[in-house]
């Protein structure tokens, strides 16, 4: 067999960047198992003219001397061959997710120009990409971004590392490789040397365009020091005698930097927004996954420097579960793909209308990432559960606070978000109403009548619902700024009734009750006008009955559930590895409380640190969620010792809060709707204590949970910790519970037959 490797002409054969690493072991595995040429196609990306010649390059080698082609990153799939496989690195990306990052500001007359351009990329690529017999990527990352702007599936196929020989040695610095560009985000690292409280130094090995600006952020820090570029052996060195190992770049393809990391037995900080390397390493046990802030990496790197052991520990757990490092499986795997004994289809690259589909427009007024809350999470987990059954799910969004800026991502497969700020008018007015209602939090309820003032959501639901066969409410806020077509379904997915949770929080003022009456009248209409109604409880659907006439026919039981796969019970090692991680002592007794800063979450807070840590004072209460701010904004930041406030957490985090607990409490007195908070306790094995306004919407015996009045609290508390047997009896049936009624892929199936029996009647093409 006689094979063509087609990549771009590698720049600098001295210094090469993981790309072009990728392409060297490549043709090398190749060569070893067959006749293989490696054909490189000089590209430029400096300008537009250069990316044009570079696809008309590809285009017109003659190829046909070969039984075999594949093609790797950008334009080099435009080759022509009846046998042409792709393993894809990537696409232009400042055509595709970074357009925005990278032109975003641009005057409006070169934006016209740059959006020009764009299309002729995308629209070249698609087609290109139609003559491929079969596609893969080298990560999720671009398989999710081909899938979504292209319409292509693809199989992921990680690429071994290039550098051989990686070992263990000493842990004496903390050490960040690779090429020095803006999209590596290597300022982050610098900044977060600003909190390091251990004078351990930051290695930083590479070169590249923005090495500059780095060095100038670094200042006179003498514990930073930049390396330039080092060889091969020099590499395996400086990641053998590192503690750990830090990478935080902007949505990576997959990033060879985690992977050698790994296999020197190193544990790797990486940011949750990292792309590859985030799903290559497990937090809290192969490394830590943070937010992409320069304090929380510093967190973790005060954790590692505090406890070597661990840090140790962890690199052996990261080398146990570092991807295979088989190029002849690789190799095989794409003669397999492009033999011309398979059939000459496509065996990939099937578009979302050639799989029929389903669009639906959602929309709040809320961010879906991180998915933190319970709002937040019945969103993101319901539709990206729903986006697997057949649906092509668009989400329109707004940051309710001010500061950040325009964003458009993919959650999942078939599911991506637009988010767009609120402005300052909207912010400035909405201020108004706090003051006049003493405080309360109304940036919710306001959306109606302020949501004028931030134009753009509406554009963006107009554009982005034009050819949805529903349009789905989740929350009620923004339903009069949502255009809906003639024909066009409609869906209410409630999380609560509005009204009934308002009314107890905002009733108390003059302005809190005209806003109330509002959200009557908006939650009112928009329940009549609906076709179908997902309730949370039946409590949720008897008042929907009663307060606004809504037949009971079109209200679907849609209760909030909990990801049973992501969240699960620790092995005794997870749990030591958890308490080490909080610096909590083996054998303290640990309750947790999880919330946002939602009024009723604020009470169960306070009924926490007024009359459950006093009298429970050798139990660690661990609270976290917002709930610390809008705790200690009304009430003053003291708070007995045996109280830990965590504030916001994000999804791994809160999951290693789990691993380290006892038991769960909920002594919630008010609000409506059931607690997803619940259902994660469950799912993470954990007894949980619960008043009945806690434990609301939920089918519950007393063997899955213990549901008691304020004043039972503490005793029932107390007696679980004096009875382990009735205390792992209690964790065992929650888990079961969590698994077999509550797991998202078990409510999603049921919402999915509800609205597919909804829109086979409106003409829709339905799975």
């Not at 590249?208 to 060889?231: K, S, T, Y």
């Not at 985690?258 to 809290?284: F, T, W, Y």
């Not at 999804?651 to 809060?657: E, P, Q, S, T």
Request: with cysteine; aromatic share 8%; net charge neutral.
């Amino acid at each position: 067999m006689k094979v063509a490797i087609v990549t771009p002409a590698i720049d600098n054969p001295e210094r090469p960047f993981g790309a072009e690493r990728l392409f060297a072991g490549l043709v090398g595995a190749f060569q070893r198992k067959a006749a293989a040429d490696w054909i490189q196609v000089p590209v430029s990306e400096k300008r537009w003219e250069g990316i044009l010649q570079g696809y008309v390059d590809c285009f017109d080698l003659d190829l046909s001397a070969y039984d075999l082609v594949v093609s790797t990153k950008s334009p080099t799939f435009a080759v022509q061959h009846p046998n042409h496989v792709c393993w894809l690195v990537h696409q232009v990306r400042v055509f595709y997710d970074r357009f925005d990052d990278e032109f975003g500001m641009l005057p409006k007359s070169a934006l016209v120009e740059k959006n020009r351009n764009r299309e002729v990329v995308r629209r070249l690529d698609t087609l290109f990409f139609q003559r491929v017999r079969e596609i893969f990527c080298i990560g999720h990352e671009p398989a999710m971004r081909l899938q979504h702007y292209n319409g292509f599936d693809s199989e992921v196929l990680y690429p071994p590392a290039f550098i051989q020989g990686h070992c263990c040695g000493a842990q004496d610095y903390f050490f960040l490789p690779g090429r020095l560009h803006r999209w590596k985000r290597v300022d982050l690292a610098i900044r977060a040397m600003q909190h390091l409280s251990r004078d351990v130094p930051l290695l930083i090995a590479g070169a590249g365009e923005d090495e500059a600006q780095f060095r100038e952020l670094a200042g006179n820090d003498p514990r930073i020091r930049f390396l330039g570029f080092v060889n091969d052996r020099q590499m395996i060195e400086l990641y053998a005698n590192a503690l750990a190992v830090l990478f935080h770049p902007k949505e990576e393809d997959f990033g060879y930097i985690a992977i050698e990391a790994m296999l020197s037995h190193k544990p790797v900080i990486v940011c949750r927004d990292s792309g590859e390397p985030a799903r290559l390493v497990q937090n809290g046990r192969s490394g830590f996954v943070v937010d992409p802030d320069p304090v929380e990496i510093a967190r973790a790197m005060n954790v590692l420097a505090a406890d070597r052991d661990l840090a140790r520990e962890m690199g052996e757990f990261a080398h146990q579960t570092a991807p295979s490092q088989s190029w002849d499986e690789v190799v095989q795997r794409l003669i397999d793909a492009g033999s011309p004994t398979r059939s000459d289809k496509v065996a990939s690259a099937i578009s979302s209308s050639e799989r029929n589909l389903v669009s639906i427009l959602v929309a709040d007024n809320q961010v879906l990432d991180p998915p933190v809350g319970g709002g937040r999470v019945r969103i993101y987990e319901l539709y990206r559960h729903i986006a697997a059954l057949g649906f092509e799910v668009s989400y329109i969004g707004a940051y309710d606070w001010p500061g950040p800026v325009y964003r458009e991502q993919m959650l999942a497969p078939h599911f991506r978000q637009w988010v767009t700020p609120l402005t300052q008018p909207h912010f400035a007015r909405n201020r108004g109403y706090e003051r006049a209602t003493g405080g309360k939090t109304t940036i919710d309820v306001t959306i109606p009548r302020l949501l004028k003032y931030s134009p753009r959501f509406q554009r963006m639901a107009e554009e982005h619902g034009r050819n949805a066969a529903a349009v789905i409410i989740s929350h009620p806020w923004v339903y009069p700024y949502v255009p809906r077509r003639p024909g066009q379904k409609l869906i209410y997915d409630s999380h609560n009734c509005e009204y009934a949770v308002k009314k107890q929080i905002l009733g108390d003022t003059a302005a809190g009750r005209e806003l109330v009456e509002e959200v009557r009248s908006v939650e009112g209409k928009l329940c009549r006008e609906a076709d179908l109604i997902f309730a949370c409880s039946n409590e949720d659907a008897d008042k929907f009955v009663d307060l606004y006439g809504t037949s009971r026919d079109k209200i679907v039981l849609v209760p909030n559930g909990v990801d049973v796969e992501g969240i699960r019970p620790p092995s005794r090692q997870e749990r030591e590895l958890a308490r080490r991680r909080f610096g909590l002592p083996p054998d303290q007794p640990v309750l947790i409380f999880i919330g946002s800063g939602y009024g009723p979450n604020t009470e169960a807070a306070a009924f926490l640190v007024r009359e459950i840590a006093p009298r429970l004072p050798n139990c660690a209460v661990m609270i976290a969620g917002s709930v610390k701010d809008s705790y200690q904004a009304s009430r003053g930041p003291q708070s007995p010792a045996n109280i830990i406030w965590l504030g916001t957490v994000d999804a791994a985090r809160r999951l290693v809060l789990y691993q380290a607990a006892d038991i769960a409490l909920n002594p919630m007195f008010s609000g409506s709707g059931t607690n997803l908070k619940m259902l994660d306790y469950f799912a993470a094995g954990l007894p949980v204590v619960s008043t009945p306004a806690g434990a609301r919407g939920l089918e519950l015996s007393d063997d899955d949970c213990v549901v008691c009045c304020a004043e039972q609290f503490v005793s029932r508390v107390e007696g679980l910790m004096g009875d382990l047997t009735a205390c792992s009896r209690l964790g065992e049936n929650a888990r079961k519970l969590a698994v077999e009624r509550y797991a998202w892929s078990l409510i999603a199936a049921k919402a999915t037959a509800a609205m597919i029996n909804l829109l086979k009647g409106s003409g829709a093409h339905v799975p």
